[in-house]
C-alpha cells in the first residue's frame, strides 16, 4: 500500500519560511518523480514543482520560482519543499504526488497523491 504522508505545514506571517516534508511508503521511492501541488480555498488544484528520480530535472510554477526549494533524500523517502519569503497567495493545502513519468506528474495526473498539509500566510 502506497502512502505519502506531509508534514511542516502551518501558520506564518509574510516574508516568513516553512519547509514541507513527504514521506513516502509503498513504492520504489528513488525511481519516481516527486512532485508538490497547491489549491487555494475556491481554486482548483495547481502544480508548484517536481523534481526527477535521480534529484534533476527540477520544475517549478512561475508563481514560486525564486522563492521556493524542492528537493529530495532518497535514502529517506522524503521529498522537501522549502517555502522562503512567503506571501498570503501562498495559502492553501499543498500536497505530495508521486508518479513512474514526470511528465504525467507535471500534468496534474500522478499515480499518488497525499492528504495534503494546510500553509496558511498571514499579511
Known amino acids: 500500500q502506497v502512502q505519502l504522508v506531509e508534514s511542516g505545514g502551518g501558520l506564518v506571517q509574510a516574508g516568513g519560511s516553512l519547509r514541507l516534508s513527504c514521506a513516502a511508503s509503498?513504492?520504489?521511492?528513488?525511481?519516481?518523480?516527486m512532485g508538490w501541488f497547491r489549491q487555494a480555498p475556491g481554486k482548483e488544484r495547481e502544480f508548484v514543482a517536481s523534481?526527477?528520480?535521480?534529484?534533476?530535472?527540477?520544475v517549478y510554477a512561475d508563481s514560486v520560482k525564486g522563492r521556493f526549494t524542492i528537493s529530495r533524500d532518497n535514502a529517506k523517502n522524503t521529498v522537501y519543499l522549502q517555502m522562503n519569503s512567503l506571501k498570503p497567495e501562498d495559502t492553501a493545502v499543498y500536497y505530495c504526488?508521486?508518479?513512474?513519468?514526470?511528465?504525467?506528474?507535471?500534468?496534474?495526473?500522478?499515480?499518488?497523491w497525499g492528504q495534503g498539509t494546510q500553509v496558511t500566510v498571514s499579511s
Open positions: 504526488a508521486a508518479d513512474s513519468q514526470t511528465r504525467t506528474l507535471v500534468a496534474g495526473t500522478p499515480d499518488y
Open positions: 509503498g513504492l520504489p521511492f528513488s525511481i519516481y518523480a
Open positions: 523534481i526527477k528520480w535521480g534529484g534533476g530535472s527540477i
